[in-house]
Nanobody
């Protein structure tokens, strides 16, 4: 499966952006799709994930209540709505996908949990 992330840009603190992860080559049914971010000189950090089947989600504490991850079955996309953005949200954002079967012992909050990655999209939040 090929993943394409889009929607990044420059926004002022307090603003919003909506990122989209489009998949091609494979339907995302029964996949887990996650968003990660990486700021300069920092490690890649988990942001959120969604389990396609059932729609269960998980968020990092740093984005909880501000970001919302959702899926669109018809478009085969996963979006990340980011509200109340802060300068510390500035990073390159990546989407990733892990194919079935779903592993109940896996938390899907580590980069190593995912097999497929898209290219990143830059999000810059000015103060």
């Amino acid at each position: 499966v090929q993943l394409q992330a889009s929607g990044g840009g420059l926004v002022q603190a307090g603003g919003s952006l909506r990122l989209s992860c489009a998949a091609s080559g494979r339907n995302l049914s029964n996949y887990v799709v996650g968003w990660f971010r990486q700021a300069p000189e920092k490690e890649r950090e988990f942001v959120a994930h969604i389990r396609w089947s059932g729609g269960s989600t998980l968020y990092s504490d740093s984005v909880k209540a501000r970001f919302t991850i959702s899926r669109d079955n018809a478009k085969n996309t996963v979006d990340l709505q980011m509200n109340s953005l802060k300068p510390e949200d500035t990073a390159v954002y990546y989407c990733a996908a892990d194919p079935p079967p779903f592993h109940y012992s896996t938390t899907y909050d580590r980069a190593s949990d995912y097999d497929y990655w898209g290219q990143g999209t830059q999000v810059t939040v000015s103060s």
